[in-house]
T-cell receptor, first 113, second 115 residues
Framework: AQSVAQPEDQVNVAEGNPLTVKCTYS??????LFWYVQYPNRGLQFLLK??????LVKGSYGFEAEFNKSQTSFHLKKPSALVSDSALYFC???????????FGKGTRLSVIA | DSGVTQTPKHLITATGQRVTLRCSPR?????VYWYQQSLDQGLQFLIH???????AKGNILERFSAQQFPDLHSELNLSSLELGDSALYFC??????????????FGEGSWLTVV
C-alpha cells in the first residue's frame, strides 16, 4: 500500500527567505505525486503534481517541487516566502493502479514578517 | 473556487442522530471521492464512486454509507453518530475513473460537530 511521510509538523521561515516542505513517499508502482494547501477554514487547494517527465514541476503561487526517484522524495519549494503562504500543506500520492489518493499528515508553514 | 460544491458547510447534531452531506462535483467530472479530516487521524479516504458505481472503499465505518446519483451528485450518510465522528468531511471530484494522474479537486468541506 502507498504511504506518504511529511517529517516536519511545523516549518518556520522568514518572509523573503526560501522555503522547503519535505515529503517522502512509498508506492509499489509508478507514483503520481501531488501537493495541496489548506488555508484556515477552507478546503484543499491543488498546487501542483508530478505525473511523468521533467523532475522539476512548477505550480501555483510560485511554488515548485522536485521529484527524486532514488530518494523517493517530492519536496515543495519556493524561492521567496510570503506571509500569505502561511497555511497547512499536504503531500499526497497515488500509484498507477486503481488506488485512492493517500495524504501525509500535513506540515504547517508559518512565514514570519 | 474548485467547482466542487458541498452542503451544508456547518452542522451540529446530537449523538445517535443521522445526517446527510451533499456534494456536487465539478462540471464534467464523473468521479466523486469522500474524505474525512480529523485532528488525530489526518485526511482519511472513505469511498470513491465513478458514474454511479462504487469503485473503492477506504476506512469507512459501517454506520456510514454513500451513493452517487444519475445526475452525478453524491451523498454521504452518517448514522448513529458518535462524538468521535466530529470532523471535516471533504468531497472531491475528478474526470477519470482509474488512477491516471488526473487532478482531484476538493470542495470546501462540511464541518460536522456531534454533541
Amino acid at each position: 500500500a502507498q504511504s506518504v511521510a511529511q517529517p516536519e509538523d511545523q516549518v518556520n521561515v522568514a518572509e523573503g527567505n526560501p522555503l522547503t516542505v519535505k515529503c517522502t513517499y512509498s508506492v509499489s508502482g509508478n507514483p503520481y505525486l501531488f501537493w495541496y494547501v489548506q488555508y484556515p477554514n477552507r478546503g484543499l487547494q491543488f498546487l501542483l503534481k508530478y505525473i511523468t517527465g521533467d523532475n522539476l514541476v512548477k505550480g501555483s503561487y510560485g511554488f515548485e517541487a522536485e521529484f527524486n526517484k532514488s530518494q523517493t522524495s517530492f519536496h515543495l519549494k519556493k524561492p521567496s516566502a510570503l506571509v500569505s503562504d502561511s497555511a497547512l500543506y499536504f503531500c499526497a500520492v497515488m500509484d498507477s493502479g486503481n488506488t485512492p489518493l493517500v495524504f501525509g499528515k500535513g506540515t504547517r508553514l508559518s512565514v514570519i514578517a | 473556487d474548485s467547482g466542487v460544491t458541498q452542503t451544508p458547510k456547518h452542522l451540529i447534531t446530537a449523538t445517535g442522530q443521522r445526517v446527510t452531506l451533499r456534494c456536487s462535483p465539478r462540471s464534467g467530472d464523473l468521479s466523486v471521492y469522500w474524505y474525512q479530516q480529523s485532528l488525530d487521524q489526518g485526511l482519511q479516504f472513505l469511498i470513491h464512486y465513478y458514474n454511479g458505481e462504487e469503485r473503492a472503499k477506504g476506512n469507512i465505518l459501517e454506520r456510514f454509507s454513500a451513493q452517487q446519483f444519475p445526475d452525478l451528485h453524491s451523498e454521504l450518510n452518517l448514522s448513529s453518530l458518535e462524538l468521535g465522528d466530529s470532523a471535516l468531511y471533504f468531497c472531491a471530484s475528478s474526470v477519470a475513473d482509474r488512477s491516471s494522474g488526473n487532478t482531484i479537486y476538493f470542495g470546501e468541506g462540511s464541518w460536522l460537530t456531534v454533541v
